[in-house]
């Protein structure tokens, strides 16, 4: 059992919806990321937190809204997207951004469809 | 910008073979370098992660090696099984809140 759980595992959307991807971690880890993972190109980092603060936002679109309520919990918010949004949406913990060498634990992701 | 690239993207090798999966990183002032295994419709799980200062890492029937300078390292795979099936992904950290670069992956498929 993953020590990173996602909900939901697929999500489908009209470009008007509003909806939101949800990320716990049980691991008591402090850092948590999104990545985007879209067919044919590498992963993607879009945002990092370290201790609930943002430390890292990758040129992201401002249709994705990241929110971190506390270290255990990660969401993406979502508006007005676009078809090309369509990917593997990837949470995922470490135990803290300044301990590098200790490895990023990934959720089994969000399947997002935008119709 | 780090860029990371894996050579072969795909690979079909029957069972009992030993394989090397390649992956190639442009900036080589990296923290660590990981290798992960991607199975269909999951998420990704750690394999082997080597720290800048090492030259290789081992896990059972895995072994990764580094060789910062060149910017390339490998996985070897011994005795390779069908539940090896999976997608192969390297990914090189920048240390801090850089977070990881990735490659494309190699698909490897073991045949029976």
Known sequence: ET???????????????????KCEQHLGHNAMYWYKQSAKKPLELMFVYNFKEQTENNSVPSRFSPECPNSSHLFLHLHTLQPEDSALYLCASSQDVQYSNQPQHFGDGTRLSIL | KQEVTQIPAALS????????????????AIYNLQWFRQDPGKGLTSLLLIQSSQREQ?????????????????????????GDSATYLCAASGGGADGLTFGKG?????QP
């Open chain 1, 3 to 21: 020590g990173v759980t996602q909900t939901p595992r697929h999500l489908v959307m009209g470009m008007t919806n509003k909806k939101s991807l």
């Open chain 2, 13 to 28: 090798v029957p069972e009992g073979e030993n394989l090397v999966l390649n992956c190639s990183f442009t900036d080589s």
């Open chain 2, 58 to 82: 081992t896990s059972g029937r895995l072994n990764a090696s580094l060789d910062k300078s060149s910017g390339r390292s490998t996985l070897y795979i011994a005795a390779s099984q069908p």
């Open chain 2, 106 to 110: 190699t698909h490897l498929i073991i």
